[in-house]
Structure formats: structure tokens, C-alpha cells
Nanobody, 128 residues
């Protein structure tokens, strides 16, 4: 029903930058909140950043705040994650996600429980 396709992952040295893109299609609308998550072996999936339907509200995990920027282009049904000053600890599979309750969600846009639709993931590897 909802398809999310990530791109832009790859291998980069510490201190470098990458920009991830997520294109949405199917039953998703510009009113949906969207988020980026990441997961490494042996760890639970964690939220990295989230953005409201208008783009006015953004959330960042403490470990990435000041280095990553989330943005969206509703005309293109695309969300972006600009990642600067990358650390080896940022190495993970990155997933984009969208909610299933907009526009009247009882939980905040930065709550992980809000998100039900996921992309296939894109690998980000940061070497030291």
C-alpha cells in the first residue's frame, strides 16, 4: 500500500558527509509525519530524526543534533537526511518511515510508536 525507497547510503571517512533521500508512493500524503531510524547488529532500532507534515517541527536524537538535518519536499513526496561530521558510531542501516494516523494522531510526531510503514533500508558505513 505504502512504498518507501531510500537512497544515498555508502562508505565515507569520519568527518565526511552524506545525504539520504526517501521517496514515498502509494497511500501516503503530504500531511503525514516522516522519520529516519537506524539499526546496528545487537541493538534496537532507534529514532534519529523526525519532521511534521509542514516541516516546521523537527526532532533530533541527542547523538546527532547539530550534525544532521531533516527536511522534506511535499511536492516530490520526498524526505531527506543531510548528515555532516559523520562518526564511526553513525555506521548503521538507515530506514525512513511514515505514520498511519495523520492528520489526527494522539501521539507526538517524534514518538517511535507512531510509525508503521518502513523502507527497505540503506547502509551507511563510516570508516575511521
Amino acid at each position: 500500500q505504502v512504498q518507501l525507497i531510500e537512497s544515498g547510503g555508502g562508505l565515507v571517512q569520519a568527518g565526511g558527509s552524506l545525504r539520504l533521500s526517501c521517496a514515498a508512493s502509494g497511500r501516503t500524503f503530504s500531511t503525514n509525519a516522516m522519520g529516519w531510524f537506524r539499526q546496528t547488529p545487537g541493538k534496537e532500532r532507534e529514532i534519529v530524526a523526525a519532521i511534521t507534515w509542514s516541516g516546521a517541527g523537527t526532532y533530533y536524537a541527542g547523538s546527532v543534533k547539530g550534525r544532521f538535518t531533516i527536511s522534506r519536499d511535499n511536492a516530490k513526496n520526498t524526505v531527506y537526511l543531510q548528515m555532516n561530521s559523520l562518526h564511526p558510531e553513525d555506521t548503521a542501516i538507515y530506514y525512513c518511515a511514515t505514520d498511519a494516523c495523520s492528520p489526527n494522531c494522539p501521539m507526538a510526531y517524534y514518538s517511535p510508536t507512531r510509525y508503521h510503514y518502513w523502507g527497505q533500508g540503506t547502509q551507511v558505513t563510516v570508516s575511521s
